[in-house]
């Protein structure tokens, strides 16, 4: 079993940054992959980014390319995603997810999930 609680999310200006934070507790947390969701009001929650279980490898959504970091730290138990350059668009609840199974861009792939936190950026 996987704990994950996100930390960080905020109201932010158009082109500022946030970092958020999801701690992990319960399996080992360097032994899986990590993730990042958002879910805005009336649409499916789609995938953002995801790093493997060392760090080495990371991968993004094409809206968020360029703008946003994913890293974890496997000594705190911690997955961050930094975003810069925020858009009026990237408002949504953003979920951190543990351990997918399959395709890691698809949220039913992902066992584990955290409560979300609220990310709303001003236009």
């Known amino acids: 079993q996987v704990q994950l609680v996100e930390s960080g999310g905020g109201l932010v200006q158009a082109g500022g940054s946030l970092r958020l934070s999801c701690a992990a507790s319960g399996r080992t947390f360097s032994t899986y992959p990590m993730g990042w969701f958002r879910q805005a009001p009336g649409k499916e929650r789609e995938f953002v980014a995801a790093?493997?279980?060392?760090?080495?490898?990371?991968f993004y959504a094409d809206s968020v390319k360029g703008r946003f970091t994913i890293s974890r730290d496997n000594a705190k138990n911690t997955v961050y995603l930094q975003m810069n350059s925020l858009k009026f668009e990237d408002t949504a609840i953003y979920y951190c997810?543990?351990?997918?199974?399959?395709?890691?861009?698809?949220?039913?792939?992902?066992?584990?999930w955290g409560q979300g936190t609220q990310v709303t950026v001003s236009s």
């Open positions: 997810a543990a351990d997918p199974e399959g395709t890691f861009t698809i949220a039913t792939a992902w066992g584990y």
């Open positions: 790093i493997t279980w060392s760090g080495s490898s990371t």
